[in-house]
């Protein structure tokens, strides 16, 4: 059964550029998540989506955004990118419960 | 989500017994108790998860007492592999549209 993809898996970008981060969860599973990991702040969640709806949205500025397609697959998008947003981003999908299953993440790298 | 208080960082040896305790004194009667252990670049594994007494599967044991108000996640014979942050995690097994709510963690080395 193949895991959480999370593509890419390294980037770099530039100040004020933008980003866009995909994520595949397992098969069947309707629920995506997105976090962002700093060694500062640690695991801080994002947004969650459910049958491509975001069901609930962490405190983070508007600059950061999400979709979820019709085939579960999601995508998170930040603007105007700041260095203090370079982070690893992680992607957990579940059913519902609380047994959820993250990918590698993406490690993003803002200079 | 109930907070939880779990130490910092843990030393043991390989080949012992390794019991991390999680403070969580404000737990709700719909609440879950559940641990993610995670590497350093990868994202967090779930481990085990329980409500009551005791649960065991092939990599961890938990122990939830009467009054839920802590949990001990226990790790028998570890290895070198097992160096990790471990998280403690409580909350509705329902309420994924909430997030998880992720600690500190406890930072587990082992040693040889």
């Known amino acids: 059964k193949a895991g959480v993809t999370q593509t890419p898996r390294y980037l770099i970008k530039t100040r004020g550029q933008q980003v866009t981060l995909s994520c595949s969860p397992i098969?069947?599973?309707?629920?995506v998540s997105w976090y962002q990991q700093t060694p500062g702040q640690g695991l801080q969640f994002l947004f969650e989506?459910?049958?491509?709806?975001?069901?609930n949205k962490g405190n983070f500025p508007g600059r950061f955004s999400g979709r979820q397609f019709s085939n579960s697959r999601s995508e998170m998008n930040v603007s105007t990118l700041e260095l203090g947003d370079s982070a690893l981003y992680l992607c957990?999908?579940?059913?519902?419960?609380?047994?959820?299953?993250f990918g590698s993440g993406t490690r993003l790298t803002v200079v | 989500l109930a907070k939880t208080t779990q130490p910092i960082s843990m030393d043991s040896y390989e080949g012992q017994e390794v019991n991390i305790t999680c403070s969580h004194n404000?737990?709700?009667?719909?609440?879950?108790i559940t641990w993610y252990q995670q590497f350093p670049s990868q994202g967090p594994r779930f481990i085990i998860q329980?409500?009551?007494t005791k649960v065991t599967n092939e990599v961890a044991s938990l122990f939830i007492p009467a009054d839920r108000k802590s949990s001990t996640l226990s790790l028998p014979r570890v290895s070198l592999s097992d160096t990790a942050v471990y998280y403690c995690?409580?909350?509705?097994?329902?309420?994924?549209?909430?997030?998880?709510?992720f600690g500190k963690g406890t930072h587990l080395i082992i040693q040889p």
């Open positions: 957990a999908s579940g059913t519902g419960g609380y047994g959820y299953t």
């Open positions: 098969s069947g599973h309707r629920s």
């Open positions: 989506y459910f049958s491509e709806t975001q069901r």
């Open positions: 404000n737990i709700a009667t719909n609440d879950y």
């Open positions: 329980g409500y009551k």
């Open positions: 995690l409580v909350g509705d097994t329902g309420g994924g549209a909430d997030g998880l709510t």
